[in-house]
């Protein structure tokens, strides 16, 4: 069993950045688990943003955020992160932080309660 708290959302204008945290809190090992970001916009379904595996080393992205996002996570901290540049209005979205016991591409198993990303143009 694992808690995830999301913060760092908040209202920015187009072109602006933004970081986001996912603190975990983990019964089992926090390097235990694959990690992603997810988001969905008003009326749309939640989508996959970015992954990260077990250690860092691994990552992969939705093409629509590539080159402009950046997830890491930190194993000592219980943190994982993602860094979002050149943001723009369709970014708008609350953002879901999600852990993985069995494999980064899912399921994903445990879900934060997400935290609001609201781009302005």
């Known amino acids: 069993q694992v808690q995830l708290v999301e913060s760092g959302g908040g209202l920015v204008q187009a072109g602006d950045s933004l970081r986001l945290s996912c603190a975990a809190s983990?019964?089992?090992?926090?390097?235990?688990?694959?990690m992603a970001w997810f988001r969905q916009a008003p009326g749309k379904e939640r989508v996959f943003v970015a992954a990260?595996?077990?250690?860092?080393?691994?990552?992969r992205y939705a093409d629509s955020v590539q080159g402009r996002f950046t997830i890491s996570r930190d194993n000592a901290k219980n943190t994982m992160y993602l860094q979002m540049n050149s943001l723009k209005p369709d970014d708008t979205a609350v953002y879901y932080c999600?852990?993985?016991?069995?494999?980064?591409?899912?399921?994903?198993?445990?879900w934060g309660q997400g935290t609001q990303v609201t781009v302005s143009s």
């Open positions: 999600a852990a993985a016991t069995r494999s980064w591409y899912g399921p994903y198993d445990y």
């Open positions: 990260v595996n077990w250690n860092g080393g691994l990552t």
């Open positions: 983990a019964g089992r090992i926090f390097s235990g688990y694959a």
